[in-house]
């Protein structure tokens, strides 16, 4: 076993969040975790394959606009 047990203040860390969004996962069972004894803790890997799964791709490259002016008629 090479995978990391995190636990919810670490998670939150590495998220950018408070705890309570890491334990509000865990409680709507949307990331995958382990209870050991009354601990929770979650893998890296599940936390890389939420993050993987949340990630939103760009549709298209975003191109410069250009405003014309046209000439009054």
């Known amino acids: 076993m090479t995978d990391?047990?995190?636990n919810v203040d670490q998670?939150?860390?590495l998220l950018g969040t408070t705890?309570?969004?890491p334990r509000r996962l865990i409680a709507e069972r949307r990331i995958t975790f382990i209870k050991v004894g009354r601990?929770?803790?979650i893998p890296e890997s599940a936390?890389?394959?939420y993050i993987e799964a949340q990630t939103?791709?760009?549709l298209r490259p975003l191109?410069?606009?250009t405003r014309r002016f046209g000439s009054a008629a």
């Open 39 to 41: 601990h929770v803790r």
């Open 4 to 6: 990391r047990y995190l």
């Open 63 to 65: 191109r410069a606009r």
């Open 11 to 13: 998670v939150a860390e």
């Open 56 to 58: 939103v791709q760009p």
């Open 19 to 21: 705890p309570r969004f």
């Open 47 to 49: 936390l890389a394959a």
